[in-house]
């Protein structure tokens, strides 16, 4: 019967796990049993089996981990129906669910779909983190409000790492691959006593570029580096009460996002050539963190149960790239998105249960201190380049930058200073001093200042507070049929403030004013010199309403009705924000779904029909209002309605033999107030579309013999491409780019040998074995100020070999 003999310890996200026989199947790498693999999720905030709670949710456990090869969350979006998580970076990675993402480069915002890692709330740029000794992913779709709260207004992804056993195991996993990848992964299990037990795992992942650069700056396109470890103990001073205690640390050290360069003044316009140049000095994309995490069980008696949570996090974030994807001075643009923040969050929650009622309540805390330095960096050369283009528009000469001679000599005398090219070069700056001061114009200066950094940057300080408190009930009124009812009650306070200084530049210039974040100025002149601050605070009571019938002993069908909301907030490159603040999102979901076992539990099935609202949708789009020099991401309110259903079905077609598919369809509305574009030009979300139409199809075949098993697991999987006229995004200039108006298709594969003991296996693996060129992404950051759009692209085919060792 759905809904009742819960186990009365389960609670949050792997603290529960750890405890159940259940769960600790899956802490073997190589697995065991059949193909269609039975996972046990918390999604509720209690231990069930995935296919019986009433809530679309897609899973990704250990095995999936070791057969796709996935590393963090945006190896495993093709493998959950609905989910995305983004393209190359890591530190400014936004996840969608059923289409609704959120912006990734404010931290006076917050992601739509919440993220939590060992039961803990994770802030935006702390996301992802690498499946080491992961036990699952969890992935809920549509508001989850009354159970996750904070910022959940979409979905909610759930990081569940093994906790401590009292079992001895371990393994050691080797992966090798072309482009000189190399993982090396670990873990040991050691039960010290009959009541304490450690578990210490540890990863080292890196890889070269798949694209050479032929600049200056020192990497390739799309190099990866990383390690990470944890140390988790346990201690069960009695069969009642359990304490927990994991420390973990990670560092990512990469190149960062792509910038092939598509303009005439790339070293080519084929993204997929194999080498383009970038000259962004210093460019990286790093983060260096750590987390610790305190929880206590209790059992109370047999229907009453505890748990307590206490963690605090800290990371520092860097992500300089390029943003004109060229080596040309006179186009030079980067950006910098430098964080220190930390956070604190506490949760107290009980869980009832008898054989009619499932009860959880309780309450949760955070406390976040942010720090974000956004830097724009220039150089003399390509600022004098706009200095060019703001003469031609006044003047209407047709020059390309005035640090050339014969156009200098010939703007001089059309001023009344007779000079010859010749005379501009042998003096110097001496010449376009004259012209500064003739025009009050320091920002006119001489070719000496080649080669000089121009800085602007916006300092964004900020204080977060939220709590909420919640209460989920279920209850059977029949053997058949039970209803969920759930309320939360969430409360945000935020504290953020603005400084924009003047560029650094003015040390060298006396006089010159900012050309890119020009926010310093009217009423928030006093922002140059004195952080400027605001304060706001949003509530909302979200909430649940859930009726599942049992149709028979291994199909249930459930209708739902939840809601969700995201706090207002900031926009940390817009000072305006202050004055008005982003409008909080507020979300509503009906959603209608079927899952269970059919045929004797050969077809496993999930269907779910859903339409999901979201008014005043956070969406970042870059724009360039007048008298901006380059476009910048701005977050703005939009409201969006998604229908569509989703599929996912697996189908055990002989015991050795078993095929997976998924599917998703949506459409789209959304609408908004006007807007500038990155070109500059005044448009608004007006659109409605299809869009989604994508699907993966997986086959595992695992032949058995005396000495071992053989699986060969194959993958295909269909996106189709949103790229839409309608989007204000959208530029025609790039249909001539392969993979902008194109659908893709991924064909990937692996072959793995497993001992008979299941002690070690061997593996061949392929990603993309068809070697399809795909385009992650364009932007157009510096399309209108220096005509520099560039291209991110994904993987070409990769390969390689796998061991791993299980004890």
Known sequence: MTGVKYRHLAVLPLAVAAASGLAQESSSLLGSGGLLEEVVVTAQKREQKAIDVPIAIGTFSARDIVKTGALTLQDIDDFIVGFDAGDDSFTQTGYSVRGISSPNISTGGDPSVATFYDGVYLPRAATTVAFADMERVEVLKGPQGTLFGRNAAAGVVSLVPNAPSFETEGFARVRAGNYSLARVEGMVNLPVSDTFALRANAIFNQRDGISDNQGPAGFDAGEKGNWGARVAARWEPSDQTAFQLAVDIDHFDQSPSMALGLSPFALNTDPYSGSFENDVIEGEETRDMAGVTGKMFHDFNDQWSMTAIASYRQFETTNRQDEDGTADATRYFDTNNIEDSDIAYGELQFNYNTERVAAVFGATYSLEDTFQRTDSNALADSITRLVTQDLNASLGTPFDHIWNPDEFAFLLNAIGIPATPEEVVATGDLYYDVVSGAFGAPIIFGPSFAGSVWNEAIINEGEFENYGVYADVEYALTEQLSLTAGLRYSEDHKDFSWLIPVTSFSEQRPGVTNQIFTGASGEFESAATTPFEASDSWSKTTGRLVASYQLSDELITYASYSTGYKAGGFDSLGIESSQQPLAPEESDQIEL????????????????????????????????????????????????????????????????????????????????????????????????????????????????????????????????????????????AFESVEGYTDDTTLVNGRIAWTNSEATWELALWGRNLLDENSLTGISQITAASFGTPYARIADPRTYGIEALFNF
């Open 593 to 732: 779904g079927l899952k269970g076992d059919l045929f004797s539990g050969r077809l496993q099935l999930q269907l779910a029909l859903f339409e999901l609202n979201v008014d005043g949708r956070q969406r970042s789009v870059e724009t360039r209002p007048p008298g901006q020099g380059n476009a910048i991401p701005t977050v703005i309110n939009v409201d969006t309605s998604v229908q569509g259903f989703e599929v996912n079905a697996s189908w055990l077609i002989a015991e050795n033999l078993l095929l997976t598919g998924l599917t998703t369809w949506r459409t789209e509305d959304t609408s908004s107030e006007a807007f500038f574009d990155a070109n500059g030009e005044l448009t608004r979300f007006d659109e409605s579309n299809d869009a989604a139409n994508d699907y993966t199809l997986t086959l595992d075949w695992r032949p058995q013999f005396a000495t071992g098993e053989l699986l060969v697991r194959g993958e295909y999987i269909f996106r189709e491409n949103t790229r839409s006229p309608e989007d204000p995004n959208y530029n025609p």
